[in-house]
């Protein structure tokens, strides 16, 4: 066992460790940084919804995490075990101890495919597949592809999950891909929802919606799903009524596109970092934690109630980087983050609805011109092109970009219709 010291820590090597990693070091060349990930391997993850629709790969989301990192960062390949924040020290899966001036803590959230009975033992066969492993994604693509007739089910769990569009992206493109076939009348699909709307921002669930009309899904709200039984193409779930009564209902399926439940990481629940639903517990305008003035929490993993998306990271990388500057100059810090997040809605297999929000469900467009509810193809180019570019060579490297968003206009569009 040894014992290092870095100045800035970092907990996490996906995009907000390894943005927040650079984007310091390109504010301050000389400070000492470390930054704990065990992953040889870097994902694009907004990248996993079009895979699964048979628009794009897994190679193009795929880079070297040694090729991100700068190289004066000090790559530690382990995992964080245990904290101890009141002697500023971390320790590792290895068993040494690492101790930090500032820790930023980043390690994404963890996805529960065991908390569904039955699950883990059938996904990635028959029909059974979902957008949120990188050892499945390509399978779901499959299922698509051999899908020609009969039910598939696309499912949503309880909120909080990344990107709360996402469960029903999949859903668009695999019905516009049977659209095209020439099959979509012979296969009824259906969106069991655990949740109570198509969205939680009814700015865009009313749009939504159309979507859904126009592709005839069928939406089946306070659907969860609990059990599935792969051989016999059964999927359970618990239902409840307007009265908060629950019951348990099983639906047969030829495909079933399944959207896990998703949590804080296991090692960050049992932490004295987290609050009580298990979540870094930050404040939601510095991202400094409530309790440990030196540690800050970004990313999938805090308490803060914005959407779980790369653009929120986006927002945040510069608000931690700052405030941590802030305080090595002894002055104070500044409540940067609005809660900002996007989801760009795959509609169609051209087409994309980008949502952009921030704290309180504020429709927040960063082009107020345009309607943001409109389905459109440059977005699409957005999407599959231009998101991804802006990921790897801009916010990756830790380049500051940013556009305004701004609220007015949706509030506009809001009275208008």
Known sequence: MSEKHHSILIVGGGAAGVSTANNMRRKNSTIDIALIEPSEKHYYQPGFTIIGGGAYTLKKTTRNEADLIHPSVNWIKDYAETFQPDENKVTLKSGDVISYDFLVVCPGLQVDFDKIDGLVETLGKNGVCT????????YTWEC?????SGTALFTQPPMPIKCAGAPQKIMYLAADRFRKKGIADKVNIEFCNAGPAMFGIPFFAKALSKVITKYGITTNF????????GKAKKATFETTDSDGKKTK???EFDMIHVTPPQSAPDFIKSSPLANEGGWVDVHQGTLQHNKFSNIFGLGDVT???NAKTAAAVRKQVP??????LQLLANKPVVEGYDGYGSCPLTTS???VMVAEFSYGGKVTPSFPFLDPRTNSRFWWFGKTIG?????????IKGIRFDIPHKASYAKKLTKED
Do not use: R
């Open 349 to 351: 297999l051209n087409t």
């Open 387 to 395: 998101f991804p570019f802006l990921y790897w060579q801009i916010m």
């Open 303 to 305: 308490s803060t109630p």
């Open 144 to 148: 698509i592809q051999k899908t020609e």
């Open 249 to 251: 209902i099983t639906k």
């Open 319 to 324: 608000v931690v980087v700052d405030n941590i």
């Open 131 to 138: 957008n949120y492993s990188v050892d499945i994604v390509e």
């Open 222 to 229: 306070g659907h969860n799903l609990v059990a599935i039984d």
